[in-house]
């Protein structure tokens, strides 16, 4: 385990839904420049981007909130939506980082969250990086929805955890290692019920009405994955949006390709300051 993940500060901020927990890793240098907040994909939490951390710019804070209903934070009474994780996220900022404008580093369901808040304070928001967007039309985002989106019910029978099972030990295969794997795993099932609301969440995002929306400045990054051709469609949506494609990053983007990942981050706030 790396300096930067042992040092890794935990904590709760108090949301409009109850509690919103939250990963920091504390600036290992003097402070400086804008916080950046890590917004994580579906199904899991802010512990995706723990490798991550050990790659980040050593002089600013990253924070990592969960959303509600993930990780560590309070589920809310009704099923959330992409706003309501937006709101979450903001409940952090407000308390972590006061009337400082910010950063926000989304991947997958994150890019959409990013998005989200950027529009609902834009005050708040210096700029966007978005990694491998979930950028849907109407008719195919329904489709998936029908697919992925529908509760997941839990049962005394295993396989019941057979899909999060399996999407764990295939990145095992891949080289995350069975422990790393076996974290992502844990952290996935912990939503139970509601492990796919935030796929709900995005499949009923309407993302092209609000990418489009979007006037700050943002960088987006597609890798090599499904998400390719939507991402790409995603950075003509945003005015002024900066496409960068990383063809040669292929699988778990946020551990085995975290320095290759934090590199690029770290040049494009850099020289957008």
Partial sequence: ?????????????????????????????ENSGDDLYCLHPSPYSGAAFEELFSHLDHSKRIIAPDYPGYGGSDALETKASIEDYALGVDSVIDDLS??????LLGFHTGCLVGVELALQRPERVHRLILIDCPFFSAEDSERYLNAYGQSHKISSDLDCLRVQWNRAMMNAERGLGVERSYQLFSESVRAGSGVNDAF????????????????????????????????????????????????????????????????????CVANSE
């Fill in 1 to 29: 385990m790396s300096d930067a993940v042992r040092s890794i500060v935990k904590g709760y901020s108090n949301g409009g839904g109850g509690q919103v927990h939250w990963r920091m890793r504390p600036p290992v240098s």
């Fill in 200 to 267: 709900a969440a995005a499949f009923s995002y309407p993302s092209i009405k609000k990418f489009s929306a979007v006037c700050h400045p943002t960088i987006v990054v597609a890798t090599q994955s499904s998400l390719l051709e939507p991402t790409r469609n995603s950075a003509c949506s945003i005015s002024g949006a900066k496409l960068v494609e990383r063809l040669d990053i292929t699988y778990s983007v946020l551990d085995h390709h975290a320095e290759q990942i934090a590199e690029l981050v770290n040049g």
């Fill in 98 to 103: 006061a009337n400082r404008p910010v950063d």
